[in-house]
């Protein structure tokens, strides 16, 4: 008598196969779908590469700024009804103030960075830190002066019915 091997496998029958072949060819087609969109050409409706462009690199750890497009408009303005002359003023106010915006931020977070790393350093530098802090400290007077002003060109932008509509949403800075 033939002892039974312990790891062999029970006969597969062929009905079992037909019934998972749907499921095995559906995930390697799903599997390949990856692949076949690097072997394709781009579209034409893709935009071109850009081979130059004047724009600032964004370094490591950076945050970009603002998209062009549109900026992000102050929360309590959302469901205020502007003309669209209001929109193209308040795009070009935006969008004017945002260089400066971002490299501020960008000063700000980098001193930041700076004053922290100063903090773990086996030999402490007064004269770094206090410079760095004016540099850190100027940044962030720098962009509360920006909004400050973003904030009254704002305000102008809008007529005394907005203006009140504005004051009741929350979040507004209060205008008296």
């Known amino acids: 008598m033939q002892d039974a091997n312990p790891h062999a496998h029970p006969p597969v029958s062929a009905g079992l196969m037909l019934s998972i072949l749907p499921y095995v060819l559906a995930s390697v087609v799903l599997c390949a779908l990856p692949l076949i969109s690097f072997a394709l050409p781009p579209s034409s409706s893709a935009p071109p590469a850009c081979k130059h462009s004047d724009a600032p690199r964004i370094q490591d750890g950076e945050t970009p700024p603002p998209p062009l497009e549109r900026p992000a408009l102050p929360p309590y303005l959302s469901g205020i009804d502007m003309t669209e002359a209001q929109e193209d003023m308040l795009f070009k106010l ?65 007529s005394e019915v907005q203006r009140t509509q504005v004051s009741r949403q929350p979040g507004h800075p209060r205008k008296n």
Do not use: C
């Open 94 to 158: 935006m969008h004017d103030k945002a260089p400066a915006i971002f490299e501020n931020e960008k000063i700000a977070r980098k001193t930041r960075q700076q004053l922290h790393q100063l903090t773990g350093s086996d030999r402490f530098d007064a004269a770094k830190a206090r410079s760095l802090a004016d540099a850190h400290g100027q940044a962030l007077a720098e962009l509360a002066y920006l909004h400050t002003v973003i904030q009254a060109q704002i305000w102008a932008l809008l």
